[in-house]
């Protein structure tokens, strides 16, 4: 599943097709897509994993789920969910994706400030959400997208990792420095992983997610599925604090 950063590469990628009449709509979708034909795109815009394209008084949202892919000005060897053609041979092709129409306005629908790939993301904004929900594991709170947007499981993981805390820990026994680091480090590490991506470089700088030995202490990383979401959680048992509530 496309995390945050990689939606954002997306963004500006298709940047490209602003101010661009679609002159052709293909694709499997099920939902009215004929609507788009001489549809005028007013701007992408991304929130979370979500991609967003705005037309007059619509916009289509794009979810890609665990295999959604695209491709822009080439196809795959199979069918699209939803092909868009432009002048010139210009196109932009979505596979294996959730796509649907959004009626109201975007800022009505989304919250920018929890998107922390956002210029509107609101670090404080987070921590007072976090410090509502004490009994909520880490592991859990940081895939919580109405906390941290376009957080997934690589950067869950990396963030642990990185601010040295056990998947397993509620977020009501994070000391106040530990919670601050993991509000801050889910941004940081999201501006990180986009860097890196754009370098083909990104798996290179895992330390934690898929790994086998843990980088500082030179022992075998556990590998577990944690927490509600029941997501891998890669981690070390020596260096990763698991915190405890105060008694």
Request: hydrophobic share 40%.
């Amino acid at each position: 599943m496309p995390e945050g950063p990689s939606i954002v590469i997306l963004k500006e990628e298709a940047a490209r097709f602003t101010g661009k009449k679609i002159l052709r709509v293909e694709g499997n979708t099920t939902i009215g897509k004929e609507r788009l034909l001489n549809q005028r795109i007013v701007a992408v815009r991304s929130w979370g994993k979500h991609f967003l394209i705005q037309f007059p008084g619509f916009a289509l949202r794009v979810h890609f789920l665990l295999f959604g892919s695209y491709r822009i000005d080439e196809r795959k060897d199979r069918p699209p969910r939803l092909s868009l053609g432009f002048a010139r041979g210009g196109e932009f092709n979505l596979y294996a994706c959730s796509v649907r129409f959004i009626e109201d306005d975007l800022d009505d629908v989304y919250d920018w400030s929890a998107d922390v790939m956002s210029d509107q993301w609101d670090a404080a904004a987070a921590r007072k959400k976090l410090r509502a929900m004490p009994d909520i594991l880490v592991c859990d709170a940081l895939l919580e997208q109405t906390l941290f947007a376009g957080v997934g499981n690589i950067i869950k993981n990396e963030v642990l990792f990185r601010i040295r805390v056990h998947p397993m820990t509620t977020v009501g026994a994070l000391p106040a420095r530990k919670l601050r680091e993991l509000v801050e480090q889910a941004r940081q590490y999201s501006f990180d992983f986009m860097a890196w991506k754009k370098a083909y470089v990104l798996k290179k700088h895992w330390l934690a997610h898929a790994r086998r030995m843990c980088p500082r202490c030179d022992t075998a990383l556990t590998k577990a599925h944690l927490g509600r979401t029941n997501r891998r959680s890669f981690f070390c048992e020596r260096c990763q604090r698991k915190y405890e509530p105060a008694q």
